[in-house]
């Protein structure tokens, strides 16, 4: 019995390591504070901003913070590749965002993640 049960562990160990995903995307997170004067409707302005943003590198977005132990706030975008977030930096699409974002941002802390 106890053989049998070590050899399915083994198994279940070796099924699960398999299906664990390494993407080559960049995951670009963002823990921040607002300003306390902010309203609800500029910081959801600034979160529709990246939900709706035109930019081709950019994959994914999560906004919705569910716990941050540091900030208030966080959010994730979701990159093709190291170089799609590279030329993110300073586009048009990141500059027209900003005009919404910023004023609103009281500090922030990033963190790149890739594979």
């Known amino acids: 019995l106890g053989s049998v049960l070590f050899g399915a562990g083994l198994l279940i160990g070796d099924h699960h390591e398999s299906k664990i995903e390494k993407p080559s995307s960049v995951i670009h997170v963002v823990t921040l504070d607002w300003k ?3 309203k609800p409707e500029q910081i959801k302005a600034a ?6 943003m035109d930019y081709p590198g950019l ?7 569910i716990k941050s132990q540091t900030k208030q706030a966080a959010f994730v975008m979701e990159f093709e590749s190291e170089k799609a977030l590279e030329d993110y930096a300073g586009s048009e699409a990141q500059k027209t965002w900003y005009k ?5 941002r009281e500090q922030s802390v990033t ?4 594979n």
């Open 36 to 38: 306390s004067d902010a």
């Open 47 to 52: 979160l529709d901003g990246i939900a709706n």
């Open 59 to 65: 994959k994914r977005v999560w906004l919705r913070s």
């Open 100 to 104: 919404v974002y910023l004023p609103i």
């Open 111 to 114: 963190s790149d993640i890739t």
